[in-house]
Each structure stands twice: as structure tokens, then as C-alpha cells.
């Protein structure tokens, strides 16, 4: 593997998503919130950068196309993990995480089972949508969190928030992260369809050990 710039962005930011995590073992909220946001905005940028340095300087790599997709379902999946640990188990919440994160198990195990088969299932448009609303989804929520903390003074739940009347930044940023989690979750459900009937004929051929 060569150290270009793209692959180390690549690598910074498979290593940010477990950092999301530890930033609520070593701060307090909502400083944690914070850190957390910044982390993982600053990691979803680097998705677009890398690949866009990668084209344009032709330094595209197996390294970089194998670990960019793991890098960003590492971020996604962390981050809904935290996000749900701080829902009081809210399930307009963990609906959708939870479709999100069937969605990326059973698509990666697909890919693992297909095998040298598996450049049949490219990266789409849509997936590339779905990964960008799931990202923006999650920066929203944990936006709300943190204003919901210094609007309130409490410990915040991912998610939640008053109705409409006297509707709050946090509230507003957590009823807009809610849906377009949902959103996401549509996305990336229908992604989810899409690849597993591309696989069907792979599929239909025997059984593999």
C-alpha cells in the first residue's frame, strides 16, 4: 500500500469513527456532543475528499476502494450505536437505525459471499445518497443533543424533543434529524433491495461453503 494523501483520509477516518464513542467516556455533556459532532463532520468530509484527490490525481488504489466503504459503515453504525445508547430507547429512533443497520450486515454479507462476484454489486448513485443523508442525519441529531443539553440543562435523549408549539433550536434539530434518519432509512432500504436483486442470479446458481 502507498501513503498517498487520499488512503491516509481514508485511514484518519476509519480511525475517527471509534473516537465518536470514546469522546463520551472522556467528557462531559455536552462538551462530549460537541467533540463528537466535530469528529464526525470533519470524518464525512474526508469521504468526499478522498475519492475526489484519488480521481484527480490518479492515485486511485485496491487499499483505498477496499477500506473506504468499511470507513463509512464504521462511522455509521458507531455513531447510530451512541445515538440510540442516548435515546431512552426511542423507537422513531431506533426504527430506522435499525433498518439501517440490517441493511449494511446483510449487504456486506452478500458481498463476502459473492465473492470474486462481487464488483456486480458497484456502488450506485443512490447508495452514494443514501450515505450522504445517513451522515447529514446524524450530525443533525447529534447537533440536537448538544443544544438540548444547554437549552434544558438535563442529560439530552437522541431524538427527542417537544411538538411544534414553543419549538426550541434543539427541538427543531432533533424533529429534522429524525427525519431524515427516516429518509435515510428508505434510502437505504431500497439500496438494499437493489443490490440483493442484482445478486439473485449469483445466488440461484448452487450453494457455496
Keep these: 500500500m502507498t501513503w498517498t494523501l487520499p488512503n491516509t483520509l ?10 465518536v464513542a470514546v469522546m463520551f467516556l472522556y ?30 490525481w490518479k492515485q486511485e488504489s ?11 459503515k464504521a462511522m455509521v453504525v458507531i455513531a447510530i450505536m451512541v445515538l440510540t445508547g442516548y435515546s431512552g430507547m426511542n423507537p422513531w429512533l431506533i426504527l430506522p437505525a435499525t433498518v439501517i443497520l440490517f441493511r449494511e450486515v446483510f449487504v456486506s454479507g452478500l458481498r463476502e459471499y459473492l465473492g470474486a462476484e462481487k464488483g456486480k454489486l458497484k456502488v450506485t448513485k443512490l447508495a ?19 443544544l438540548d ?19 426550541s433550536l434543539a427541538d427543531m434539530a432533533n424533529h429534522v434529524g429524525l427525519g431524515l434518519i ?4 428508505i434510502l437505504t432500504a431500497i439500496t438494499g433491495w437493489d443490490y440483493f436483486r442484482k445478486a439473485l442470479p449469483f445466488l440461484r446458481d448452487g450453494s457455496r461453503d
Excluded: S
Excluded at 10 to 19: E, I, Q, S
Excluded at 35 to 52: C, E, K, R, W
Excluded at 62 to 72: N, R, T, V
Excluded at 136 to 146: H, K, P, R, S, Y
Design 10 to 19: 481514508t485511514v484518519l477516518r476509519l480511525l475517527a469513527a471509534p473516537g
Design 27 to 56: 467528557f462531559h455533556r455536552p462538551w462530549a456532543d460537541w467533540l463528537a459532532l466535530a469528529l464526525f463532520v470533519g470524518a464525512a468530509i474526508t469521504d468526499y475528499f478522498d475519492g475526489y484527490l484519488a480521481r484527480l
Design 62 to 72: 485496491k487499499f483505498g476502494a477496499m477500506l473506504d466503504p468499511i470507513a463509512d
Design 128 to 146: 452514494k445518497w443514501k450515505t450522504t443523508a445517513q451522515m447529514v442525519a446524524i450530525a443533525t441529531l447529534f447537533l440536537g443533543t448538544g
Design 149 to 167: 443539553f444547554l437549552e434544558k440543562g438535563r442529560a439530552p435523549r437522541a431524538g427527542e424533543g417537544d411538538l411544534p408549539t414553543g419549538l
Design 182 to 185: 427516516w429518509i435515510a432509512a
